[in-house]
Nanobody, 123 residues
Framework: QVQLVESGGGLVQAGGSLRLSCAASGRTFSTYGVGWFRQVPGKEREFVAAINWRHYTTYYADSVKGRFTISRDNAKNTVYLQMNSLKPEDTAVYYC????????????????WGQGTQVTVSS
């Protein structure tokens, strides 16, 4: 069982930066791949970034590539999403999710989800 708690969301102007954190409980967190997804009202949850559990391989949606960076610190049971050059279209609720012994860009592959954190980018 893994519990995830996101933090770090907020209101920022376009061009600004935020760092989201996903803190996990559980002693086996190092064996979980972690993904970040986002969702706006009326739309499906979409993939943003993911990091594998084994070699820390990273994956990004085209819309955030070059602006967002995902990283993890297993000693702290935490995954980060550094978001730079933010745009109004990045406004959404951001969720982190964990998948045991794997990583994916699709929602259905993840076993555990956090409650989400709101990111609002003003123009």
């Amino acid at each position: 069982q893994v519990q995830l708690v996101e933090s770090g969301g907020g209101l920022v102007q376009a061009g600004g930066s935020l760092r989201l954190s996903c803190a996990a409980s559980g002693r086996t967190f190092s064996t979980y791949g972690v993904g970040w997804f986002r969702q706006v009202p009326g739309k499906e949850r979409e993939f943003v970034a993911a990091i594998n559990w084994r070699h820390y391989t990273t994956y990004y949606a085209d819309s955030v590539k070059g602006r967002f960076t995902i990283s993890r610190d297993n000693a702290k049971n935490t995954v980060y999403l550094q978001m730079n050059s933010l745009k109004p279209e990045d406004t959404a609720v951001y969720y982190c999710a964990a998948q045991r012994l794997g990583v994916s860009t699709t929602v259905v592959q993840y076993d555990y989800w956090g409650q989400g954190t709101q990111v609002t980018v003003s123009s």
